[in-house]
T-cell receptor
Framework: LAKTTQPISMDSYEGQEVNITCSHNNIATNDYITWYQQFPSQGPRFIIQGYKTKVTNEVASLFIPADRKSSTLSLPRVSLSDTAVYYC??????????FGSGTRLQVQP | EPEVTQTPSHQVTQMGQEVILRCVPISNHLYFYWYRQILGQKVEFLVSFYNNEISEKSEIFDDQFSVERPDGSNFTLKIRSTKLEDSAMYFCASQEGASLSDTQYFGPGTRLTVL
């Protein structure tokens, strides 16, 4: 089971770019990397998923180096509403998702 | 944009009572899940469901729990005799297919409070 490690918390200010790095040294060949966002008392919300190199959507970018042992979620120009917990997950092929403790991002004005 | 819906948003029950939590997955999705999150703790997998049967379950999903897809749209989680420690947010999720790149989409959750 691929284990992920990410910072417990991060602080930022409105308008800044935030990069959250996740390490997953034991990632398997078929694993995808998925990031979710969760607000208090709400369900996890899918942000972005990738396998290698760079993926970008309207919300974020995901950078994955060639060895795939880490990934970085990039949130451009954060706002107060981006304050949430961000989870990095590596799919091991099992259907059950394993959530860690995530990274608690606090955006300040 | 299609989304997973859950009812009720909040359920309060007495210890020992049965509760049924309801979910409507995204319409073309084939895989369904229940997760729970005790306040301040991690999101934990309970059970996955495909083709009208359980495909995987965690050790949390004991005999007190059951799942059902009674019709073409609803997916339910029943807790037969609730305990205080069942108090948590319960999230339903659905997934279109079995590919590793297929994403699970979560509902807003049901807050279950057992008194």
């Amino acid at each position: 089971l691929a284990k992920t490690t990410q910072p417990i918390s991060m602080d930022s200010y409105e308008g800044q770019e935030v990069n959250i790095t996740c390490s997953h040294n034991n990632i398997a060949t078929n694993d995808y990397i998925t990031w979710y966002q969760q607000f208090p008392s709400q369900g996890p919300r899918f942000i972005i998923q990738g396998y290698k190199t760079k993926v970008t959507n309207e919300v974020a970018s995901l950078f994955i180096p060639a060895d795939r042992k880490s990934s970085t979620l990039s949130l451009p120009r954060v706002s107060l509403s981006d304050t949430a917990v961000y989870y990095c997950l590596v799919d091991t092929g099992r259907r059950a998702l394993t959530f860690g403790s995530g990274t608690r991002l606090q955006v300040q004005p | 944009e299609p989304e997973v819906t859950q009812t009720p948003s909040h359920q309060v029950t007495q210890m020992g009572q049965e509760v049924i939590l309801r979910c409507v997955p995204i319409s073309n999705h084939l895989y369904f899940y229940w997760y729970r999150q005790i306040l301040g703790q991690k999101v934990e997998f309970l059970v996955s469901f495909y083709n009208n049967e359980i495909s995987e379950k965690s050790e949390i999903f004991d005999d007190q729990f059951s799942v059902e897809r009674p019709d073409g749209s609803n997916f339910t989680l029943k807790i037969r005799s609730t305990k205080l420690e069942d108090s948590a947010m319960y999230f339903c999720a659905s997934q279109e297919g079995a590919s590793l790149s297929d994403t699970q989409y979560f509902g807003p959750g049901t807050r279950l409070t057992v008194l």
